[in-house]
């Protein structure tokens, strides 16, 4: 099974950019990353996902590396709101072609004033 | 756009006591999952379903029963409850496994 490994915790000053690191050294060819966060107790919230391009939209930038064996993300201008635990997924298909997504520890983001 | 819907938000139960926590979607998603939420545990899951009529167990299944007769609806059922099934409990759902997944605001559950 593919998985991943993020650092427990970062610290960002608000208005700089938060970069996230993900590794997913065993990833297969066919498998996305997935990025989402979770505010306080809220329900987890989706952020971005990529393949093997780097992808941006209004929320964030999600880089691969070539080897595709790690991401990062990219808050560019992080506020105080983007204060939040965040999660890095790949996709683990299973036999039959059901999909188990599973969800690691993530990384708690403190964005300080 | 009432989204991924979960009733009730908060529950207490008594060991040993059944109980179902609902989840119901409007988006017409065929996958729907169940994870529940620990301190230090981020999110682990508990049964998933691809489809109408197909359910299949996550890391975490004991204890917990699942149906899924319709696309809207995926209760999560438990059976006999116990103090270790104390949790915050979410639901989700996406139009395909390998689509976003949209989550509920969760079920916070008790059991003593």
């Known amino acids: 099974d593919a998985k991943t490994t993020q650092p427990p915790s970062m610290d960002c000053a608000e208005g700089r950019a938060a970069n996230l690191p993900c590794n997913h050294s065993?990833?297969?060819?066919?498998?996305?990353v997935y990025w989402y966060r979770q505010i306080h107790s809220q329900g987890p919230q989706y952020i971005i996902h990529?393949?093997?391009n780097n992808e941006t939209n209004e929320m964030a930038s999600l880089i691969i590396t070539e080897d595709r064996k790690s991401s990062t993300l990219i808050l560019p201008h992080a506020t105080l709101r983007d204060t939040a635990v965040y999660y890095c997924?790949?996709?683990?298909?299973?036999?039959?072609?059901?999909?188990?997504?599973?969800f690691g520890k993530g990384t708690k983001l403190t964005v300080n004033p | 756009n009432a989204g991924v819907t979960q009733t009730p938000k908060f529950q207490v139960l008594k060991t040993g006591q059944s109980m179902t926590l609902q989840c119901a979607q409007d988006?017409?998603?065929?996958?729907m999952s169940w994870y529940r939420q620990d301190p230090g545990m981020g999110l682990r899951l508990i049964h998933y379903?691809?489809?109408?009529?197909?359910?299949d167990q996550g890391e975490v299944p004991n204890g917990y029963n699942v149906s899924r007769s319709t696309t809207e609806d995926f209760p999560l059922r438990l059976l006999s409850a116990a103090p270790s099934q104390t949790s915050v409990y979410f639901c989700?759902?996406?139009?395909?496994?390998?689509?976003?997944?949209?989550f509920g605001n969760g079920t916070r559950l008790t059991v003593t």
């Open positions: 065993t990833i297969s060819g066919n498998e996305y």
């Open positions: 379903s691809v489809g109408a009529g197909i359910t």
């Open positions: 997924i790949v996709r683990v298909a299973t036999q039959g072609g059901s999909e188990k997504l599973v």
């Open positions: 988006m017409n998603h065929e996958y």
């Open positions: 990529g393949l093997k």
């Open positions: 989700a759902s996406s139009y395909l496994a390998d689509s976003p997944l949209h």
